[in-house]
């Protein structure tokens, strides 16, 4: 594991100082002002240059515990959505359409062989499905390995591209069972506290998915205090590997605009992997999820938008690029106050 760097202190200052001589009243971009700082100091330059290329990941996987009612919908939703995505007609294909986003999709353990979609999508694949958390570990210790490392190898290739902003995006159903997990595991909470409704399960089936969640926890016990043994405990081959990937980018100093609770639980849990990690992170919106606000404190990002989405598939971190690229704007193109005035 390499140290995190933190993003650049002495541009991160420049950038604050150019930000409050713009010619704008003192404060009066908000947190505009504060994200195009951010930006400035991950890219180490200021005035930041312009997020020409921004590219979203979709990590997809099954989980054994969506056979157990913790869903609103069958498991077969997972690889028909990953077609879906290769043909660019998914929510996020939309939004990314609209904005100007790349999208990749990487089935890392959708249970199904993926008949007749491009090799590269399961060029990462770890396994078909992971295990039903409440009664047996989601993986191996070597598959769990594995997995962080494809998500590695895949931030590195996305960085190889060009990328200058990396977004994480997730498809398979049943994944807000073991995210929520994770993030009762990093934060010491019981089920009750972080279990949301996902999909959108009725009053009894969330009842009986808390009971699922609390009894994966229950069973994982002390390995809970590690983050890499909770993700083979009670996490998948998908989550795994998107921890992977954002350690990745944090390490080599790529900014991420992180989604909704797959995505931020990931986050958390490479931030207990390598503390500092979330420095190179921004929240895109707040899900409904209750995990994934509880999630966003304890990291300290404020969600640019918040929009009641609960979609999942990186559709909150791509709507959340507009905002990020108007912030960069400003930062660069406003003329300072000094300059407009005559000189004394
Ligand atoms: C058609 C459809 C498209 C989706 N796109 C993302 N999700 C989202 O919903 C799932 C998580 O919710 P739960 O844990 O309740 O199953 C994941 O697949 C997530 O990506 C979808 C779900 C469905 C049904
Ligand atoms: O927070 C999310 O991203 C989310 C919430 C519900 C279902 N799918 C995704």
Same mark, same amino acid.
């Given at each position: 594991?390499?140290?995190?760097?933190?993003?650049?202190?002495?541009?991160?200052?420049? @950038?604050?100082?150019?930000?409050?001589?713009?010619?704008?009243?003192?404060?009066?971009?908000?947190?505009?002002?504060?994200?195009?700082?951010?930006? @400035?100091?991950?890219?180490?330059?200021?005035?930041?240059?312009?997020?020409?290329?921004?590219?979203?990941?979709?990590?997809?996987?099954?989980h054994g515990v969506a056979q157990h009612g913790v869903s609103a919908y069958p498991p077969?939703?997972?690889?028909?959505?990953?077609?879906?995505?290769?043909?660019?007609?998914?929510?996020?294909?939309?939004?990314?359409?609209?904005?100007?986003?790349?999208?990749?999709?990487?089935?890392?353990?959708?249970?199904?062989?993926?008949?007749?979609?491009?090799?590269?999508?399961?060029?990462?694949?770890?396994?078909?499905?992971?295990?039903a958390i409440h009664v047996?570990?989601?993986?191996?210790?070597?598959?769990?390995?594995?997995?962080?490392?494809?998500?590695?190898?895949?931030?590195?290739?996305?960085?190889?591209?060009?990328?200058?902003?990396?977004?994480?995006?997730?498809?398979?159903i049943g994944?807000t069972t073991?995210?929520s997990?994770?993030?009762?595991?990093?934060?010491?909470?019981?089920a009750?506290?972080?279990t949301?409704r996902g999909t959108g399960v009725d009053d009894a089936a969330l009842e009986h998915k808390q009971v699922v969640v609390q009894q994966a926890?229950?069973?994982?016990?002390?390995?809970?205090?590690?983050?890499?043994?909770?993700?083979? @405990?009670?996490?998948?081959?998908?989550?795994?590997?998107?921890?992977?990937?954002?350690?990745?980018?944090?390490?080599?100093?790529?900014?991420?605009?992180?989604?909704?609770?797959?995505?931020?639980?990931?986050?958390?849990?490479?931030?207990?992997?390598?503390?500092?990690?979330?420095?190179?992170?921004?929240?895109?919106?707040?899900?409904?999820?209750?995990?994934?606000?509880?999630?966003?404190?304890?990291?300290?990002?404020?969600?640019?938008?918040?929009?009641?989405?609960?979609?999942?598939?990186?559709?909150?971190?791509?709507?959340?690029?507009?905002?990020?690229?108007? @912030?960069?704007?400003?930062?660069?193109?406003?003329?300072?106050?000094?300059?407009?005035?005559?000189?004394?």
């Amino acid at each position: 594991m390499n140290a995190i760097v933190a993003p650049d202190p002495a541009v991160r200052n420049a @950038a604050a100082e150019r930000l409050a001589g713009l010619a704008t009243p003192a404060g009066a971009l908000g947190r505009l002002g504060e994200l195009g700082v951010w930006v @400035a100091a991950t890219q180490g330059q200021c005035p930041p240059a312009p997020l020409d290329n921004v590219r979203l990941v979709i990590f997809a996987g099954d989980h054994g515990v969506a056979q157990h009612g913790v869903s609103a919908y069958p498991p077969a939703i997972t690889p028909a959505m990953v077609r879906t995505f290769v043909l660019g007609k998914a929510g996020v294909s939309a939004l990314a359409g609209a904005h100007g986003v790349h999208v990749r999709v990487l089935d890392i353990g959708v249970d199904d062989d993926l008949e007749g979609v491009p090799a590269d999508v399961q060029a990462h694949k770890v396994r078909r499905g992971s295990g039903a958390i409440h009664v047996e570990d989601a993986l191996s210790a070597e598959e769990t390995a594995a997995a962080i490392e494809a998500g590695r190898a895949v931030a590195r290739e996305e960085i190889a591209a060009g990328a200058q902003l990396l977004l994480s995006g997730d498809m398979g159903i049943g994944n807000t069972t073991p995210a929520s997990a994770m993030v009762a595991a990093a934060l010491g909470l019981p089920a009750t506290e972080v279990t949301g409704r996902g999909t959108g399960v009725d009053d009894a089936a969330l009842e009986h998915k808390q009971v699922v969640v609390q009894q994966a926890l229950d069973r994982a016990g002390d390995r809970l205090a590690d983050p890499v043994q909770t993700l083979q @405990a009670v996490g998948s081959a998908d989550l795994a590997a998107t921890v992977g990937y954002l350690l990745q980018a944090a390490e080599s100093g790529v900014p991420v605009l992180l989604d909704g609770l797959m995505s931020v639980a990931c986050a958390l849990t490479a931030d207990r992997i390598a503390p500092g990690a979330a420095a190179w992170f921004a929240a895109g919106h707040r899900s409904t999820e209750p995990a994934q606000s509880l999630a966003l404190e304890k990291l300290g990002l404020e969600p640019v938008l918040d929009l009641g989405l609960r979609l999942g598939e990186g559709s909150g971190a791509v709507a959340a690029v507009p905002v990020v690229r108007s @912030a960069v704007a400003l930062l660069r193109d406003v003329a300072l106050l000094a300059d407009l005035m005559p000189p004394a």
